[in-house]
C-alpha cells in the first residue's frame, strides 16, 4: 500500500479505514522534514520508503522495531511510544494481538495461525502402517487364493499332482520321495490341516504336501487300495479325525499308527452288498462320504454315499459310466474323478454319470492311481 509523505509527516502505514468505513489500526511515526535531512537514518527512509514495510513479523516487538529511534531527543536517547490510535481503543490485554494482526495485514502480509496449520517442510511425512498384513487379511481371501492350487491332489504311481482351477491344468509338485521303503503309491489322504499321507502296497507314510517327500511311519498288514480321512468323532472311539484304508473287497479298516514304527488295524465294516472298492473315497465337513465302486473287478464305476462309522452303502446314486476312476474328490460343489487312463471327470452327484473335463489340460502319459482332498476343503 502507499506511503505519503508532506512538512509534518515522513511516515505514515495506513489507511486509518477499511472499504467499509470500519477503523483500523494504523502506525503513525512523525519526522520533522529539517530532522530527516540532517540524519542520515531518515533519509534514507525518505528517498526510500518501501524499504522499512518489507515484513513486519507476528509480535508487537517486531513492530517495536519498525520504530527504534523515534522520539523528540535529536540524540534518540527518547523511549519509543506507541501510539494510542494502534490499540484501536482497545485495552492492552489482547487488544496489542488484535492490533499487531492488523497491521501485518495492512502491510500486505496474510496472518500466519501459528496454532492450527503445521509448517511445510517439503518432506510430506507420514507415519509408517506397521500392521502385519497378515494379521489383517480376510481369511476368505486366503481360502480364495487356496482354491486355484493346492486344495485337491491326485496322483500317479510316482508323482504328485495339483488341479490348478485357475490354470485348468494338472500341475506336477514332484516325484515322491521316501527315506526309506521305497514304493508305488496306490492313494494319500489329507486331514483338516492338509497333511498328507500316502500308501503303498506294503508301507504309511506321513509326506509333505508341498514337495512330496515322505517319511516312513508302518508297514502295512494288509493291501489298501483307498484311503481317506473321516473328521473328528464320527468314528465311534475316535476323539480326532479317522484315517480310513479301503480294501479292494470294500471292507472299511481304520488305521491306527503309533509314531513309533507299529500299527493298529480295526475293521469297522464293508461296503456290503457284493459291492467291491474301485479305488477312493472321500468324507468332507459339510458334505458328506462318497466312494466309487463296481460290482465286478473291471466293470463299470458307480457313485454311493457312504456311512462314516461303518463303510456300508447308505445310497447307490447312480453309474459314472467309465471305468477305473482309482481318484475321487470334491471342490466347490463338484465331484472329480480321476481314471487310470489320465482323464479328468466331473460328476453329476444326482446322477452318478461322470463328463470328461477336458477343458483340464493333463500331461501327455499320465495314469491316475488315487486323489485326495482336506477333510476341511468345505470350509471351517
Known amino acids: 500500500m ?4 508532506d512538512e509534518t509527516t515522513a511516515l505514515e502505514v495506513g489507511p486509518a479505514h477499511d472499504g467499509a468505513g470500519a477503523r483500523r489500526s494504523i502506525v503513525r511515526h512523525t519526522i520533522p522534514i529539517d530532522r530527516a535531512r540532517r540524519d542520515p537514518y531518515h533519509a534514507a527512509a525518505m528517498n526510500r520508503p518501501r524499504a522499512l514495510v518489507f515484513v513486519l513479523t507476528l ?3 517486531s513492530i517495536g522495531a519498525v520504530l527504534v529511534g523515534c522520539s523528540n531527543d535529536a540524540s534518540g536517547g527518547g523511549t519509543p511510544v506507541i501510539p494510542e490510535s494502534y490499540l484501536d481503543g482497545s485495552s492492552t490485554d489482547g ?5 499487531a494482526a492488523d497491521a501485518v495485514e495492512d502491510a500486505g ?3 500466519v495461525d501459528a496454532g492450527t496449520d503445521p509448517v511445510d517442510t517439503g518432506l510430506n511425512w507420514q507415519p509408517e502402517d506397521t500392521a502385519d498384513p497378515e494379521d489383517t487379511a480376510d481369511p476368505l481371501e486366503d481360502i480364495q487364493t487356496s482354491i ?3 486344495m485337491i491332489f491326485a496322483h500317479t504311481k510316482d508323482t504328485l499332482f495339483t488341479l490348478d482351477l485357475g490354470k485348468s491344468a494338472m500341475v506336477p509338485i514332484g516325484k515322491f520321495t521316501f527315506d526309506k521303503k521305497k514304493g508305488l503309491v496306490t492313494d494319500i489322504a489329507l486331514d483338516q490341516f492338509r497333511n498328507l499321507w500316502a500308501i503303498t502296497f506294503k508301507d504309511l507314510f506321513s509326506c509333505d504336501a508341498d514337495t512330496a517327500k515322505c517319511k516312513w511311519e508302518a508297514t502295512l498288514p494288509t493291501e489298501f487300495n483307498g484311503m481317506t480321512f473321516i473328521p473328528e468323532s464320527l468314528v465311534p472311539g475316535s476323539k480326532s479325525e479317522a484315517l480310513i484304508g479301503i480294501s479292494e473287497k470294500g471292507n472299511w479298516m481304520w488305521i491306527r499308527p503309533d509314531g513309533k514304527g507299529k500299527i493298529k488295524i480295526q475293521k469297522l465294516g464293508s461296503y456290503g452288498g457284493g459291492w467291491l472298492s474301485s479305488g477312493d473315497a472321500f468324507s468332507v465337513v459339510g458334505i458328506g462320504t462318497f466312494a466309487t465302486l463296481k460290482k465286478k473287478s473291471g466293470g463299470i464305476d458307480s457313485l454311493a454315499k457312504i456311512d462314516p462309522k461303518t463303510g456300508k452303502i447308505i445310497k447307490v446314486i447312480g453309474s459314472t459310466g ?3 476312476l482309482f481318484g475321487f474328490a470334491w471342490w466347490a460343489d463338484v465331484f472329480y474323478g480321476f481314471s487310470s487312463d489320465g482323464k479328468v471327470h ?9 463328463t470328461h473335463a477336458k477343458h483340464i489340460k493333463v500331461p501327455a502319459g499320465v495314469k491316475w492311481w488315487g486323489a485326495g482332498v482336506s477333510t476341511r476343503a468345505n470350509g471351517p
Open 95 to 99: 487488544g496489542a494481538d488484535a492490533g
Open 2 to 5: 502507499p506511503l505519503r509523505f
Open 109 to 111: 502480509v496474510d496472518p
Open 346 to 354: 466331473t460328476i453329476d452327484v444326482t446322477t452318478g454319470k461322470a
Open 148 to 150: 486355484s492350487s493346492g
Open 322 to 324: 467309465t471305468k477305473g
Open 59 to 61: 509480535s508487537i516487538a
